[in-house]
């Protein structure tokens, strides 16, 4: 069974960097597509970014392009999330998500990490 946990969430101040991991296990994963998503208070769950794990090919939200680089490390089955120029807006909890590639809906997903931007 698939299983993803993320790590390294926490407080950074507005202009601040962080790196979220997404470890994997219980799979093999070069035909997946893996996401990153967040969900702020009050809001609902939005697309950060994906990377497609056979060939690296990623895409980003408007609001993150620039700021944000999804990548993964095949040897370790882990996905990372570099985040750099934080705004409070950044503010949320940051999920890992894995579908196959033939699938339109993601069927796994971790516990999430949460992320906090001071002003």
């Known amino acids: 069974q698939v299983q993803l946990v993320e790590s390294g969430g926490g407080l950074v101040q507005a202009g601040g960097s962080l790196r979220l991991s997404c470890a994997a296990s219980?799979?093999?994963?070069?035909?997946?597509?893996w996401a990153w998503f967040r969900q702020a208070p009050g809001k609902e769950r939005e697309f950060v970014a994906t990377?497609?794990?056979?060939?690296?090919?990623?895409t980003y939200a408007d609001s993150v392009k620039g700021r944000f680089t999804i990548s993964r490390d095949n040897a370790e089955n882990t996905v990372y999330l570099q985040m750099s120029s934080l705004k409070p807006e950044d503010t949320a909890v940051y999920y890992c998500?894995?579908?196959?590639?033939?699938?339109?809906?993601?069927?796994?997903w971790g516990q999430g990490t949460q992320v906090t931007v001071s002003s």
């Open positions: 219980g799979g093999t994963f070069r035909s997946y597509v």
């Open positions: 990377i497609r794990w056979i060939d690296s090919s990623t």
């Open positions: 998500a894995a579908r196959p590639l033939m699938r339109n809906t993601y069927d796994y």
